[in-house]
């Protein structure tokens, strides 16, 4: 069964569909010593397939890690800056893995990690509508109707934000813990959304992503999900 190089490459473990994509337009793929540069090419995995002149890693089982991200990692596996990465941060005898959606250098908590590049990129897809449940603290004076009307989503500097659920957990003083839940993950959303609010986040922690949660790990700790959990909670399609 034949099916496209870059999907192919995805299942390997290289990188997401979309980079691979990416790395086939560059020309840095060989199939049987011919540089493919469209990702319209389909392979059924008996070819040699080279990238930058290494072999791909073999398929293995898709596998799903649970990850206590720190602050001050940057989750990308090469940074222009130097800083410290989640993946130089990783257990030794963890395999090549890459994170499904991403938190910035200054949040921490849930961040869920896979050997498969087509399982990130369904997981990352809108479609599947999964919440993240987060626990930010704030400081500022909290307004609880207007933390209710971002049900309705907002709109700040131009940009449109989708439902938000965002309810008081304690608040001590000018400062508060609040427990917020999102679909749409844009890039920082949280601290914008509270910024316009007139609220500035100071910690930001993911409790959860989907049907994952962070439970107990201690920060710095890595979990895999057993085979029979993933299967449950992901099926067969989400799988394959």
Not at 179 to 184: F, G, I
Not at 188 to 210: P, Q
Request: contains cysteine.
């Amino acid at each position: 069964m034949s099916e496209r190089l870059a999907k192919y490459m995805a299942r390997c473990g290289v990188c997401s569909r979309r980079a691979a994509e990416e790395l086939i337009r560059q020309k840095r793929v060989t199939v049987n010593g011919n540089i493919v540069d469209t990702p319209a090419y389909n392979v059924d995995g008996s070819e040699k397939i080279l990238l930058d002149g290494e072999k791909l890693p073999q398929i293995e089982a898709v596998r799903l890690w649970i990850y206590y991200k720190p602050t001050g990692l940057v989750t990308t596996h090469r940074d222009e800056k130097n800083r410290p990465t989640v993946f130089s941060h990783l257990p030794e005898d963890m395999p090549r893995v890459i994170s499904i959606g991403r938190l910035d250098l200054n949040s921490e908590g849930l961040l869920l990690l896979t050997n498969s590049g087509e399982l990130s990129r369904k997981l990352e897809l809108p479609s599947n509508g999964w919440a993240r449940r987060y626990k930010v603290r704030v400081h500022g004076m909290v307004d609880a109707d207007k933390l209710a009307d971002l049900k309705n989503g907002i709109e700040v500097d131009g940009v449109k934000y989708g439902s938000i659920k965002a309810e008081v957990e304690t608040v001590k003083g000018t400062n508060a813990w609040l427990l917020v839940t999102l679909t749409e993950g844009k890039n920082r959303e949280i601290r914008k959304v509270m910024k316009a609010l007139g609220l500035e986040v100071n910690r930001l922690i993911r409790l959860s992503y989907g049907p994952f949660q962070l439970g107990s790990l201690k920060e710095g700790e890595v979990k895999e999900v057993p085979q029979k959990v993933l299967k449950e909670q992901l099926g067969a399609k989400l799988l394959s």
